[in-house]
């Protein structure tokens, strides 16, 4: 099993930044690979980032992070757009991060992000 929490949601005003943290517990971290996804209201889960890919919506604006030490991902969130408004997940699966929902077995409860306009 591998707990995740996501922390650092928020509101802020479009053009501004975010910082999410997403800390795991549990079985060996560096053995799972983890992915961001976010969730809008009335729309389906989607994929924001992961180490090595980043979704065409965030690319240039977001940045993924990573620390073993600290059992630690991250995702940086500048510029930020009303539309990039939704839950914001960190997900974890076994060696390689895949853009597809479906293929992670571990989710956390998710943070709110709310850009104003």
């Known amino acids: 099993q591998v707990q995740l929490v996501e922390s650092g949601g928020g509101l802020v005003e479009a053009g501004g930044s975010l910082r999410l943290s997403c800390v795991a517990s549990?079985?060996?971290?560096?053995?799972?690979?983890v992915g961001w996804f976010r969730q809008a209201p009335g729309k389906e889960r989607e994929f924001v980032a992961s180490?090595?890919y980043y979704a065409d919506f965030v690319k240039g604006r977001f940045t993924f992070s990573r620390d073993n030490a600290k059992n630690t991902v991250s995702l940086q969130m500048n510029s930020l757009k009303p539309e990039d408004t939704a839950v914001y997940y960190c997900?974890?699966?076994?060696?390689?991060?895949?853009?597809?929902?479906?293929?992670?077995?571990?989710w956390g409860q998710g943070t709110q992000v709310t850009v104003s306009s």
């Open positions: 997900a974890a699966k076994l060696f390689i991060a895949t853009t597809r929902a479906r293929d992670y077995a571990y």
């Open positions: 549990g079985r060996t971290f560096s053995n799972y690979a």
């Open positions: 180490l090595t």
